[in-house]
C-alpha cells in the first residue's frame, strides 16, 4: 500500500475571501470565494460595478464584449424583466439594433445558451445604464441571430463570445425575442450545478431516521451561490486533475462521491488558498473525533480500540498509471491502522474497514 499526504498550513482557523475559478462541466468560471471557520461559500454574483471578468459574465458563460467597470450596479434579467412585460409586437419577429460599445462595460450583456447546449445564443442578463440598455430595444430572452452580418445560429458559446469581443465599436445585433427561453435564462449560475448532495458527517445524528431531512442538507442554494461545509472534506493539489501550473485546489466530499476543483491566479494564491481551507478542516478533527467516540459509546471501533486520530490520505491505485490515486479515510487507534473508502456515516460501517494493519505488524 502507498499513501501520501496533503501538507497543509499552520494552525488557526483561516477566514478569506477572494476571486477564485470553479471547474464546472469541463469550464473554469469566476466565482467569489468565501472561507468561514466551518464552510467555503462559493456565489457567482456579479461584481458591484458590473465590471466583466476576462470577457466572462459573472454567471460564468457570459460575455460583455470587454472588460471594464461601469457605474451601474443593477442588472435586468428574466425576474426583473419577465416575458408579460415584453411587447406582443416583438414577440418571434427578427429585430436589427445597433449597439455602441462603451470603453468601460463594452455591450453590457450577459449571454447563454449555444450550439453544445442545442439552444440557441441568448441574453440572459443586461446591465443597467450600459450599452445594451441604453438602445432600450433588447430583451433578456432575445436570440442573437447576427453579429454585424456573422450568423451565430449554429454557432458554439464560444465562437459567439469571440464574435460579440471582435465586433468592434459599433455593433449591429440581429435578435428574435424567445418566450419559450424565458425558463432557461432564469437557470442559476454554474455555481447551482456543483454536485455536493451527501450530508456531512454528523455522527451519530446521520444515522437517526426521524431526523428532519431539511436540517441534513449539506448546501445551500440561493440561486448563484452555494455552501459548503468544510467538516472531513478532503483538501489536497495534482491527485486528480493534472496541474502543471499549480494553480489548482481540490476539495472532495466526506463520501468520495464528489470534487471541487478551484483554481487561482498563480501559484502563491492557490497556496495561500490551500493553506487557509486545510487549516479550517483540520480544526473540526477534534470535534469529529468526540462526535464518532459518543456514537460508538463502549463497544469503540473494530474490536473495541478506541480511536486517537483520523484523516485522509492519497492511495495509489495499482495499474499501469503511476499518477493514478484516490482519496480514502484513515483512521489510527490503539492498536490498528484502519482504512476506509470514505468517511462512514452509519454506526455499523465503523466495523467494516476496507483495510486493517496491526501497528505491530506496519512499518
Known sequence: MAVAAAGGGGGGRAQRSGWLEVLVRERWHKVLANLGGEALVLSGEERPDGAAHNGLGGDGVACRGAEGGGGAAAVRTAFTDPPEQVPEAVSNKKRCVKVLKQEMGGLGISIKGGKENKMPILISKIFKGLAADQTQALYVGDAILAVNGTDLRDATHDEAVQALKRAGKEVLLEVKYMREATPYVKKGSPVSEIGWETPPPESPRLGCASADPLSQLSLSIHRDKKTIPLKMCYVTRNMTVSDPENRLIEVHSPDAKHTVVLRSKDSATAQAWFNAIHSSVNELIPRVIAEVR??????????????????????????????????????????????YESMPRMKEAWFSPLHTYPLLATR
Do not use: M
Open 294 to 339: 459518543d456514537q460508538l459509546g463502549k463497544t469503540g471501533i473494530a474490536g473495541s480500540r478506541e480511536i486517537r486520530h483520523l484523516g485522509w490520505l492519497a492511495e495509489k491505485v495499482p495499474g499501469d498509471n503511476e499518477k493514478h490515486w484516490k482519496p480514502v479515510l484513515v483512521v489510527l487507534t490503539e492498536k490498528d491502522l484502519l482504512i
